[in-house]
């Protein structure tokens, strides 16, 4: 599937969207049981990411697990090799990343609970060749992008990620006060989004985390980078995947730009 014109306008004006339902309530479960049973290589990052902001602020870093997720063994990478490959988010990425997209790294689990610290809003401020959003020739041309899997839902002021939506096509560096959050002028939006469904944005977007508020109720979101087939923001990867599909091979193959695999939403 690619994207709908409504995706296409919506992405290119904010420089994310949200998919509904992209993973059934089957497949939220297994992922999250998935996640249950590999709880103990979940461990919290050391506090830092608020960067002095008071309002990212909390009492414990997040939640990151120490072992790829594609790694697990069967069936519990299962849910996380389906959202390597979904052909749903293939055609997202076919859009705005261009044919023969490749993995950049992820998967990487955020977990936050009660009074998990935010990150201050981050991306997008100074050239940066990796991490843009350009419009030509009729279509989006981005580099690094994030399909962002939510495992649990996220409300309305329960804290996570949140942005300033059109920040990935500003001009202007927003003001440090801005960032830190400590001047409300009104253009941060906290992005609500129910489990199984995808937050898929542009990292030069002005992006963070919000800190986590509920009691009882955690977040956990898969995140997945992708860039163009030429371009590399981390360190390239070679496949983790002991037994990988075709699909899997190609979305791993090192940056370069001619004679790629191209994933289509049908397989390679
Ligand atoms: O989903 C989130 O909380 C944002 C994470 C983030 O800032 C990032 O991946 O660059």
Known sequence: MSMTENEKFLFDLWG???????????????????????????????????????????????????????????PWCEPFRKMLTHPHIIGIFNDIL???????????????????????????????????????HGQMQCGLCTATWQL???????????????????????????????????????????AGSVIVFNEALVHGTLPWQPAGRERRSILFKCTPGFLSWGPPSECPIADPTPEELAIYEPPHRTGRTILSRNGV
């Not at 950049?104 to 940066?128: A, K, N, Q, S």
């Not at 839902?153 to 939506?165: L, S």
């Not at 927003?174 to 129910?194: F, M, Q, S, T, Y």
Request: proline share 6%.
């Open 16 to 74: 994310y969207l949200v998919l509904e339902d992209v993973l059934t309530p089957e497949e939220v479960g297994l992922a999250n049981e998935a996640i249950d049973r590999h709880a103990h290589l979940i461990q919290n990052r050391k506090l830092g990411l608020s960067h002095g902001a008071k309002a990212f602020e909390g009492v414990a870093g997040r939640g990151e697990l120490q072992q790829n997720p594609l790694t697990f063994e069967r």
């Open 98 to 136: 261009g044919p023969g997209f490749r993995l950049d790294h992820g998967p990487g689990l955020i977990r936050m609970v009660h009074g998990t610290e935010g990150y201050r809003l981050h991306g997008g401020m100074t050239f940066d060749p990796s991490q843009y959003h350009h419009f030509a």
């Open 152 to 194: 649990t839902d996220v409300c309305e002021g329960d804290g996570g990620f949140a942005c300033i939506p059109g920040s990935h096509k500003s001009n202007y560096r927003p003001p440090r006060d801005v960032l830190a959050w400590e001047n409300d002028l009104g253009c941060v939006k906290h992005i609500a989004a129910p």
